[in-house]
Each structure stands twice: as C-alpha cells, then as structure tokens.
C-alpha cells in the first residue's frame, strides 16, 4: 500500500531561521510528487510537482527536492506568511493522490 | 482564468440525513477529483470523474456516490450521514487524466450532528 510519512508534525521558526521540512514515501512505481501548501479551513494551493529522482524545482524563498525515497522542501529565510500546513503527495498507478498529513509550520517575527 | 470552486462553503447536518457538494472544474479542465479532510489529517481520496464516468474510487461506502456533468462540473452526495462525515470536503480538477497536478477548490466543511 502506497505510503507517505511527513516529519516533523509541526516546526517553529523564526524569522530568517532556514530550515527543510522532509516527506519519505514507499509507493509502487512513482509517477509523480507534490507539494501543497494549506491556509487553516482553506483548500491546498499547489506549489510544486517533481517527477523524478534528482530533480529541484524552486519558487520564491521555497526549493524541493526529490529523492528515491524521500523529497524535502527547504524554506530560505522564512516570513511570518509563510506560516502555514505543507502537505506531501505521491502518485503511483492510479489516479488518486495520496497524502501525508503534513508539517504545521510557523514562522515568529 | 476561474480557479476551482464549490459550494456550499458551509453545511450543518443531522446524522441520517442526505447532503449534496457542488464543485466547477478550473475552466481547460475535465477530470474531478473528491477527498475528504478530517481534522488534522491528510486528504484523503474519495472518487474521481473524467468524462462523466467514475474513474477509480478510494475506500469510501457505496453511500458516497457522485455525478460529472457534461460543463465537467461536479456532485457528491452522501446518504445516510454519520458523525464521522464530519470533515472538510475537496474538490481538486486537473487538465486530464495520468500525471497531472490537481488543483484544489476551497472546500466545503460539513458537519454532522
């Protein structure tokens, strides 16, 4: 069964204090990895989609970062609206996406 | 370019009682996909639609059930509520079908009394 662990569960920060945020998943046959970010009560906003092992995709103060089996979202000297739940996603055979729970992040001024 | 949206943003149910999502697809796009979100956790995959068929199912009860419109517009209904139907309810539409990001609505929070 396709699986998705996200650590840490929640993360402090303050401001300007970069740090990575890790996704491991065991799936069958990976046909793609997302990140979402997501507001409290409000729908996940896409952020990044990585394909294969190697790649980086970079946005604003946000990188990720993909592995054979884990891929990591580095945060560069964060601001209080980067506060937010980032949630990992797999995609293997079928066409659901299969979620970790996600890391609560918060980021102190 | 319209995002994806959904309606109602908010609903109060009773358990035993039938209730009915709404979801427009982001405009170019013909797959829709449903999750629920309970508190605290990771959506997770009720059924998704391309073309106005089902085109794979999570592990939900048959009580969940959806309908695709021609516009690629969207329904879930749910019969029979329980407590635990008590979630945050996501509609995600993407281009087409295989590898394609899914782009999420804002959600519909459903709770069950």
């Known amino acids: 069964e396709d699986q998705v662990t996200q650590s840490p569960e929640a993360l402090r920060l303050q401001e300007g204090e970069s740090s990575s945020l890790n996704c491991s998943y065991t799936?069958?046959?990976?046909?793609?990895l997302f990140w979402y970010r997501q507001d409290p009560g409000k729908g996940p906003e896409f952020l990044f989609t990585l394909y294969s092992a190697g790649e980086e995709k970079e946005k604003e103060r946000l990188k990720a970062t993909l592995t054979k089996k884990e891929s990591f979202l580095h945060i560069t000297a964060p601001k209080p609206e980067d506060s937010a739940t980032y949630l990992c996603a797999v995609q293997a055979g079928s066409e659901k996406l299969v979620f970790g729970k996600g890391t609560k992040l918060t980021v102190n001024p | 370019e319209t995002g994806v949206t959904q309606s109602p943003t908010h609903l109060i149910k009773t358990r035993g009682q039938q209730v009915t999502l709404r979801c427009s697809s982001q405009?170019?796009?013909?797959?829709v996909s449903w999750y629920q979100q309970a508190l605290g956790q990771g959506p997770q995959f009720i059924f998704q639609y391309y073309r106005e068929e089902e085109n794979g199912r999570g592990n939900f009860p048959p009580r969940f059930s959806g309908l695709q419109f021609p516009n690629y517009s969207s329904e879930l209904n749910v019969n029979a509520l329980e407590l635990d139907d008590s979630a945050l309810y996501l509609c995600?539409?993407?281009?087409?079908?295989?590898?394609?990001?899914?782009?999420f609505g804002p959600g519909t929070r459903l709770t069950v009394l």
């Open positions: 995600a539409s993407s281009p087409a079908q295989g590898i394609d990001t899914q782009y």
């Open positions: 799936v069958s046959g990976l046909r793609g």
């Open positions: 405009s170019g796009h013909n797959t």
